[in-house]
């Protein structure tokens, strides 16, 4: 079923979730990214965080918890059950896992490759019956965490699912910032058949954890609900995002955007559970750079108008000045903020990249046109700077996930639908707490 657009607009008044109450990472929160605005915005309430981990694998591909060593600095509760999903190392009845099938495979061979699909299908079941035999065993240890007063707020963080061969990353590289003879059309990979399993495997992470989660987490629900109080679910998708263009706010998207799919299967799981009676809601939030997200280099030209929407909905704040006044101290002594963001406004209004921009139509695949073009305006935008980018690029991250994570945990106790957009107006406003 296709989302309805619902963007949040307005920050609501919300104190449901408050000291005492859980929050629960599902997934293993890593560097910063988008969780870590939740978690610090949980923080600031005084809610416990129960913590857990995707495990480790071993040289023989064995999954297995963290180490003594290797827990060290993570803040209790901390339940170490190890929650990968996936199927990729998973063998089949003949020993041989998805990434197996892959080893031997040469480049100049990929479109010719034939999966064993039986194989792959007992890789992909033994795969899910792992997934949920740790996800019980998970969510019997987190009930010991829960005191009988609180309320609870899961957090979906499962994301990705690039299957582990050395030959799949080649692969999306030349999807994503191939240039000439190097430029592979997306649409081209993805119906092929190590496609079909990229695809596969995103789904499995991406999105049917989520359904098994919330599935998996029913009787401790439901027993939590009958003591009166609340429980939640929160992911994060991505789905485009409304960005300042001119007067206006228009909405983008990065192409080509392989994991779209998933996302939208995501968006699914939740749409079928609140018919439920759950409560959940996807979050769409806007482009950030991350070390995760950098091998999608264009995806953070998006970003930069921020910056205008800034300006057009706080610009008086003090707050947003400073910040305003720190962005211009990373840019070239040439250069000014609106310089970068006019070129960002050309760029995004741009006839090729606008007809990779189409809501009806996401995700979309590139077109050699089209990625050529966002790859020199990341590049062009990269030397307005005064020494490394990734600076100014992650400032801005900074004021897109803290400003999700307060959005989310306001608007999750009664969420407005199961499928909602955070868009950069708002992000603005609550930047300068307006």
């Given at each position: 079923m296709?989302?309805?657009?619902?963007?949040?607009?307005?920050?609501?008044?919300?104190?449901?979730?408050?000291?005492?109450?859980?929050?629960?990472?599902?997934?293993?929160?890593?560097?910063?990214?988008?969780?870590?605005?939740?978690?610090?915005?949980?923080?600031k309430?005084?809610?416990?965080?129960?913590?857990?981990?995707?495990?480790?694998?071993?040289?023989?591909?064995?999954?297995?918890?963290?180490?003594?060593?290797?827990?060290?600095?993570?803040?209790?509760?901390?339940?170490?059950?190890?929650?990968?999903?996936?199927?990729?190392?998973?063998?089949?009845?003949?020993?041989?896992?998805?990434?197996?099938?892959?080893?031997?495979?040469?480049?100049?061979?990929?479109?010719?490759?034939?999966?064993?699909?039986?194989?792959?299908?007992?890789?992909?079941?033994?795969?899910?019956?792992?997934?949920?035999?740790?996800?019980?065993?998970?969510?019997?240890?987190?009930?010991?965490?829960?005191?009988?007063?609180a309320?609870?707020?899961?957090?979906?963080?499962?994301?990705?699912?690039?299957?582990?061969?050395?030959?799949?990353?080649?692969?999306?590289?030349?999807?994503?910032?191939?240039?000439?003879?190097?430029?592979?059309?997306?649409k081209?990979?993805?119906e092929?058949?190590?496609?079909e399993?990229?695809?596969?495997?995103?789904?499995?992470?991406?999105?049917?954890?989520?359904?098994?989660?919330?599935?998996?987490?029913?009787?401790?629900r439901?027993?939590?609900?009958?003591?009166?109080?609340?429980?939640?679910?929160?992911?994060?998708?991505?789905?485009?995002?409304?960005?300042?263009?001119?007067?206006?706010?228009?909405?983008?998207?990065?192409?080509?955007?392989?994991?779209?799919w998933?996302?939208?299967?995501?968006?699914?799981?939740?749409?079928?559970?609140?018919?439920?009676?759950?409560?959940?809601?996807?979050?769409n939030?806007?482009?950030i750079?991350?070390?995760?997200?950098?091998?999608?280099?264009?995806?953070?030209?998006?970003?930069?108008?921020?910056?205008?929407?800034?300006?057009?909905?706080?610009?008086?704040?003090?707050?947003?000045?400073?910040?305003?006044?720190?962005?211009?101290?990373?840019?070239k002594?040439?250069?000014?903020?609106?310089?970068?963001?006019?070129?960002?406004?050309?760029?995004?209004?741009n006839?090729?990249i606008?007809?990779h921009c189409?809501?009806?139509?996401?995700?979309?695949?590139?077109?050699?046109?089209?990625?050529?073009?966002?790859?020199?305006?990341?590049?062009?935008?990269?030397?307005?700077?005064?020494?490394?980018?990734?600076?100014?690029?992650?400032?801005?991250?900074?004021?897109?996930?803290?400003?999700?994570?307060?959005?989310?945990?306001?608007?999750?106790?009664?969420?407005?639908?199961?499928?909602?957009?955070?868009?950069?107006?708002?992000?603005?406003?609550?930047?300068a707490?307006?």
């Open positions: 296709a989302a309805h657009y619902h963007a949040l607009r307005h920050l609501k008044k919300n104190t449901t979730y408050k000291a005492g109450d859980v929050l629960v990472l599902f997934g293993e929160l890593f560097h910063r990214g988008y969780a870590n605005g939740l978690v610090e915005e949980a923080e309430r005084g809610m416990t965080i129960v913590r857990t981990t995707v495990g480790r694998r071993e040289k023989d591909n064995s999954l297995r918890p963290l180490t003594a060593e290797e827990t060290s600095n993570i803040p209790g509760p901390f339940i170490n059950i190890p929650l990968e999903a996936g199927f990729d190392l998973e063998p089949a009845d003949n020993g041989l896992s998805p990434v197996d099938q892959l080893k031997d495979l040469k480049l100049s061979d990929w479109e010719s490759f034939k999966l064993d699909r039986e194989s792959l299908h007992q890789s992909l079941k033994k795969g899910q019956t792992r997934f949920r035999k740790n996800v019980q065993l998970y969510l019997k240890e987190l009930e010991t965490h829960i005191p009988e007063n309320n609870v707020l899961f957090a979906h963080l499962m994301a990705g699912g690039v299957p582990r061969a050395k030959i799949v990353l080649p692969l999306i590289n030349r999807t994503v910032k191939g240039i000439g003879d190097r430029y592979l059309p997306s081209k990979l993805w092929s058949e190590i496609g399993l990229v695809s596969a495997s995103f789904s499995e992470v991406t999105a049917a954890t989520f359904d098994v989660l919330v599935q998996e987490s029913t009787t401790l439901e027993k939590i609900q009958n003591r009166g109080q609340k429980v939640g679910y929160t992911a994060y998708g991505y789905h485009g995002t409304e960005v300042l263009m001119g007067h206006n706010y228009v909405w983008q998207s990065y192409s080509p955007y392989i994991q779209g998933a996302k939208l299967q995501l968006e699914n799981y939740s749409q079928v559970w609140n018919q439920r009676g759950v409560t959940c809601t996807v979050y939030c806007p482009e750079s991350t070390n995760s997200s950098s091998i999608f280099q264009g995806v953070e030209v998006s970003l930069y108008p921020l910056l205008t929407a800034l300006e057009k909905e706080a610009g008086q704040s003090q707050k947003s000045k400073a910040l305003l006044s720190k962005c211009q101290t990373l840019l002594p040439e250069v000014n903020l609106s310089e970068m963001t006019q070129f960002t406004s050309q760029y995004l209004s006839p090729i606008r007809d189409i809501f009806e139509q996401w995700p979309q695949h590139s077109s050699r046109e089209q990625l050529e073009l966002m790859l020199k305006a990341s590049q062009h935008l990269y030397t307005f700077s005064n020494g490394d980018n990734d600076i100014l690029t992650a400032t801005l991250s900074e004021v897109v996930f803290s400003g999700c994570g307060k959005v989310m945990l306001n608007d999750i106790a009664h969420p407005e639908s199961p499928v909602s957009w955070i868009n950069h107006d708002i992000l603005a406003k609550v930047y707490d307006l």
